[in-house]
């Protein structure tokens, strides 16, 4: 089977056509895109905010290694 020295494969073809739709894409909605940042920053807390602090009690430890309390083996 012969191929035209023109003839590209469909992949090559799409990542190519991908490739320049998305740096089309990221121009025209760039201002959109950094506008929308503090945004989704400010959205992000609460979710940050479960997972940092997830595991706080519910053991019945709350509290132990907080000041106050002697640490075992240091004689305290």
Do not use: N, T
């Amino acid at each position: 089977m012969h191929r035209s020295p023109f003839q590209i494969p469909f992949w090559l073809g799409f990542c190519l056509f991908l490739a320049i739709a998305v740096f089309f894409l990221w121009e025209e909605r760039r201002a959109h895109i950094r506008g929308a940042v503090p945004y989704v920053l400010l959205l992000l807390c609460p979710i940050i905010h479960f997972f940092m602090h997830g595991r706080h009690g519910g053991d019945g430890r709350a509290g132990s290694g907080h000041v106050g309390h002697a640490r075992p083996g240091r004689g305290e």
